[in-house]
């Protein structure tokens, strides 16, 4: 409770944006830095992956299937029901996409030795982590997923904002609980850190963009790069009747496409393993929508 | 010597009144709390959700689809239609003809469907889907059911929904009535995040916050 009431009362730095009105529904995703090909050819080299000591929990044999499962089909990564893993399968669905080379020899990396670093971030995950990796249950797929629960327990491990101030160190059960929280700063912070993308991004974790048509910076935002929404899953994804619900967002989604017609918005997204489509009015878009942020490669207008 | 102060009439009728209103509150308050409607409810009903669980198992292997009321009226229905490529959410009112619509569009048996709406709005069932759990690398599937009956609805009692799992293969069970992991190890297995007990070998029940 006492890290709610703190979260309620920290803003964020609103940065401010100009946007343009030109519509576009797909996403633009630029030249990759480099392809599943590379990266499963690197897999291919290793004919008999041991079992590793830094990692007991880990079975080698599911963890390359995992790595390849995820380079084959980024869209089929899934962060886990009841975690609080989103923010990093959002990272990690854009990454795959982009840099699957990369992902692969860096969790190859965090495999073998324990610790990898990656574009001058040095990971060093704890041993209560070490531990639990590979050991998370009651959580969908995730559960026969290893190499996706080290990376999403190294990145939360690794990465702190001010939502997870009061539980910085790991224990069994803290996927679900604040330790794993990403708030919106360092949901971007994660993604300069680690991806070879521009960013953009406008919002926060309690204030709404204001005086924003939304659905047209979206769209606009879309044309020209990928785009990550930080939205308040609690009325798009009830779980309960309680009418008066705290807005605050809670989750991320990559936006795949939008339309209009109407005045009807139609939002396909990507989050948990799998593509949603839903229909929803501006006003409510604008009710859920707390941060939006735009990746584009290096040399593309980011404006 | 003290003589105790005795109550006059008037001072002892009114105790009584109090003494009765408070055991009127707590009987019910018991006869409503999540624990004691989870014992009888299942059983009390067991037509109705055996048979709706064995329609909506049918009608998802025929193509799958979630569905569930999204508002305390039970108005309000959010169907999710699930297809190889895309998941598509929907929102209807109870009876929009644009839901018939719908469903024909997506080629599901739309009169079954509309059937199984009806049964969940008249047991108040706020939400039912398929989940999938894995044990020992190997996937299965449960159907997951939650319901808010009237006697739920009580003060005290607001925000609970009485939730059913029904699993295909017969589950294993602590002394307690717990669902386990699996049988040889003492571990309880959890449904989002919540101890599930034993009803039959394939049924468990338990007391939510959440409908799903």
């Not at chain 1, 041993?127 to 639990?132: D, G, H, S, Y």
């Amino acid at each position: 409770m006492k890290q709610l009431m703190l979260a309620l009362f920290m803003l964020f730095y609103l940065s401010p944006d100009s946007f343009a009105t030109v519509m576009q529904d797909t996403v633009t995703k630029g030249q990759v830095t480099s392809t599943p090909e590379q990266a499963l050819a690197f897999l291919d080299k290793i004919k008999d992956l041991e079992k590793s000591t830094h990692w007991p929990n880990i079975k080698p044999r599911l963890f390359l299937k995992n790595l390849r499962t995820n380079i084959d089909e980024p869209i089929n990564i899934y962060p886990g029901k009841g975690t609080n893993f989103c923010g990093y399968g959002a990272l990690t669905y854009l990454f795959l996409q982009d840099d699957p080379l990369g992902y692969a020899q860096l969790l190859l990396d965090l495999y073998h030795h324990g610790k990898a670093t990656f574009r001058k971030t040095v990971f060093d995950p704890s041993p209560a982590i070490k531990t639990e990796a590979g050991k998370l249950k009651f959580k969908g797929m995730l559960d026969i997923n290893p190499a996706e629960q080290m990376w999403y327990l190294t990145l939360a491990g690794h990465y702190k904002g001010y939502l997870n101030i009061f539980n910085r160190k790991y224990d069994p059960g803290d996927e679900d609980r604040f330790w794993a929280s990403v708030n919106y700063a360092k949901f971007n912070r994660m993604a300069r850190n680690l991806l070879h993308y521009k960013l953009k991004s406008r919002g926060a974790d309690l204030v709404r963009p204001k005086s924003l048509d939304l659905y047209a910076y979206i769209s606009e935002k879309m044309a020209k790069g990928q785009v990550v929404l930080f939205i308040n899953n609690r009325i798009v994804h009830k779980k309960d009747h309680v009418t008066i619900k705290l807005g605050v967002p809670t989750h991320f989604i990559v936006a795949e496409k939008i339309s209009i017609q109407d005045d009807l918005i139609t939002l396909m997204y990507w989050d948990y393993g799998r593509k949603t489509q839903m229909q929803l009015s501006n006003s409510f878009l604008k009710r859920i929508v707390f941060g939006i942020t735009q990746f584009t490669k290096t040399g593309t207008d980011v404006n | 010597m003290v003589l105790p102060n005795l109550l006059k009439p008037e001072q002892m009728l009114t105790k009584i009144k109090q003494i009765t209103g408070f055991l009127v509150l707590a009987g019910t308050i018991v006869s409503c709390s999540p624990k004691n409607i989870s014992t009888r409810y299942y059983f009390q009903n067991k037509k109705t959700l055996d048979k709706i669980e064995t329609s909506y198992k049918q009608l998802y292997q025929q193509a799958p689809f979630n569905v569930g009321f999204t508002d305390r009226e039970f108005k309000t229905l959010s169907l999710e239609i699930i297809t190889d490529t895309l998941s598509f959410i929907y929102e209807f009112s109870l009876h929009e003809p644009r839901l018939k619509d719908t469903l024909f569009a997506y080629h599901l048996n739309a009169p079954a469907i509309i059937e199984l709406i009806n049964q969940l709005h008249s047991i108040r069932c706020a939400w039912i889907d398929r989940s999938d759990y894995y044990v020992d690398e190997k996937k299965h599937s449960l159907i997951f059911m939650s319901i808010k009956p009237v006697a739920l609805k009580r003060p005290f009692a607001y925000s609970k929904y009485y939730v059913l799992t029904y699993f295909e293969q017969p589950q294993y069970f602590d002394s307690q009535g717990r669902l386990l992991n699996k049988r040889k190890l003492n571990e309880l297995r959890k449904i989002n995040g919540e101890i599930f007990k034993r009803i039959n070998n394939k049924v468990c029940y338990t007391i939510s916050g959440k409908f799903r």
